[in-house]
């Protein structure tokens, strides 16, 4: 890891957006490339339990689906795979990230030829101003974004100036124990401790294993109770807020166990999945 990346010192959001950008610019091309237990735990966990809790909301009718965070989209085409969200009408799907490489590599997928890419960056106050209004309601989902922005406000504003009463968003990120658990075993590289002022209690580079070699993603370590305080300044409703663990059975067992995340994640939930609402009136 370079020293630039693994540099200790964050004295502001914007160079902390900078700091993210950096350790994407080194990870980025191996994230593309990445097979293994990302893609084991994507389809066995993450669209599964996505799926559990947008049925639960939602089972026919039409919506557009916008991905806040999309990436190259793996996770959204496996989600549109996913045994009765195949039955709601989605005429609409719009994805949005920072990375044109990602956006490019998401639009070629199939079921994704005719989704709208929006480059937009989280951290930016307007990011929201470049995404369309429609009449039908919405689901925003963002899997594995919000552990990565050193700061949520823009985020979370733009998001509750996008909803209405009749649209729902799903928040998944890393389990807060999970990744405790992992920085206690010093796996996470190069943490730091919050400064006043921050959303988050520490930072780090969170590793990730692929077959294909391991690297690591920014990671802003937030408990699950100060999720639910933004979400409460912000104006949202918490409708439930669901853990997901890696199913224990020979296949997650050969899986994980030579991975750095090793047996605990098959006895510790690792993700988790906040249900929003945005308040009646804005
Ligand atoms: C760990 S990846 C997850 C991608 C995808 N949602 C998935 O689950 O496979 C995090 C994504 O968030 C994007 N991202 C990180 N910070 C961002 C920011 N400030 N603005 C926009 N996108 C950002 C990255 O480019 C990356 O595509």
């Given at each position: 890891?370079?020293?630039?990346?693994?540099?200790?010192?964050?004295?502001?959001?914007?160079?902390?957006?900078?700091?993210?950008?950096?350790?994407?610019?080194?990870?980025?091309?191996?994230?593309?490339?990445?097979?293994?237990?990302?893609?084991?735990?994507?389809?066995?966990?993450?669209?599964?339990?996505?799926?559990?809790?947008?049925?639960?909301?939602?089972?026919?009718?039409?919506?557009?689906?916008?991905?806040?965070?999309?990436?190259?989209?793996?996770?959204?085409?496996?989600?549109?795979?996913?045994?009765?969200?195949?039955?709601?009408?989605?005429?609409?799907?719009?994805?949005?990230?920072?990375?044109?490489?990602?956006?490019?590599?998401?639009?070629?997928?199939?079921?994704?030829?005719?989704?709208?890419?929006?480059?937009?960056?989280?951290?930016?106050?307007?990011?929201?101003?470049?995404?369309?209004?429609?009449?039908?309601?919405?689901?925003?989902?963002?899997?594995?974004?919000?552990?990565?922005?050193?700061?949520?406000?823009?985020?979370?504003?733009?998001?509750?100036?996008?909803?209405?009463?009749?649209?729902?968003?799903f928040i998944l990120t890393v389990a807060p124990d999970f990744s405790d658990l992992l920085q206690q075993r010093g796996l996470i590289l190069n943490t730091s401790n919050a400064s006043c002022g921050d959303d988050w209690k520490?930072?780090?580079l969170y590793p990730i294993e692929s077959t294909t070699g391991r690297f690591f993603l920014p990671h802003f370590q937030r408990s699950e109770s100060t999720y639910e305080k933004l979400f409460k300044i912000y104006d949202f409703?918490?409708?439930?807020?669901?853990?997901?663990?890696?199913?224990?059975?020979?296949?997650?067992?050969?899986?994980?166990?030579?991975?750095?995340?090793?047996?605990?994640?098959?006895?510790?939930?690792?993700?988790?999945?906040?249900?929003?609402?945005?308040?009646?009136?804005?």
């Amino acid at each position: 890891m370079p020293n630039d990346v693994s540099n200790n010192c964050y004295p502001n959001s914007d160079e902390l957006g900078n700091w993210t950008e950096l350790v994407w610019a080194n990870a980025e091309k191996l994230w593309i490339a990445r097979i293994g237990q990302d893609y084991y735990y994507r389809d066995n966990v993450t669209n599964p339990g996505l799926r559990y809790s947008i049925t639960k909301y939602l089972r026919y009718g039409q919506v557009e689906l916008v991905d806040l965070g999309s990436g190259d989209a793996y996770c959204t085409v496996g989600l549109l795979s996913e045994p009765l969200i195949r039955e709601v009408d989605i005429p609409f799907i719009t994805l949005i990230d920072r990375s044109r490489m990602q956006l490019d590599i998401a639009c070629s997928r199939p079921k994704l030829e005719r989704a709208v890419p929006v480059i937009s960056n989280f951290l930016e106050n307007d990011w929201h101003l470049n995404i369309l209004s429609r009449q039908i309601p919405r689901i925003f989902i963002s899997t594995f974004l919000v552990q990565e922005l050193p700061v949520l406000s823009p985020f979370l504003r733009g998001l509750r100036c996008l909803m209405s009463e009749k649209d729902i968003a799903f928040i998944l990120t890393v389990a807060p124990d999970f990744s405790d658990l992992l920085q206690q075993r010093g796996l996470i590289l190069n943490t730091s401790n919050a400064s006043c002022g921050d959303d988050w209690k520490w930072s780090g580079l969170y590793p990730i294993e692929s077959t294909t070699g391991r690297f690591f993603l920014p990671h802003f370590q937030r408990s699950e109770s100060t999720y639910e305080k933004l979400f409460k300044i912000y104006d949202f409703h918490c409708l439930q807020t669901d853990y997901l663990t890696v199913p224990t059975n020979r296949q997650s067992i050969s899986i994980f166990k030579n991975t750095i995340y090793g047996k605990s994640i098959l006895e510790t939930p690792s993700s988790v999945i906040f249900t929003l609402r945005g308040g009646l009136e804005k």
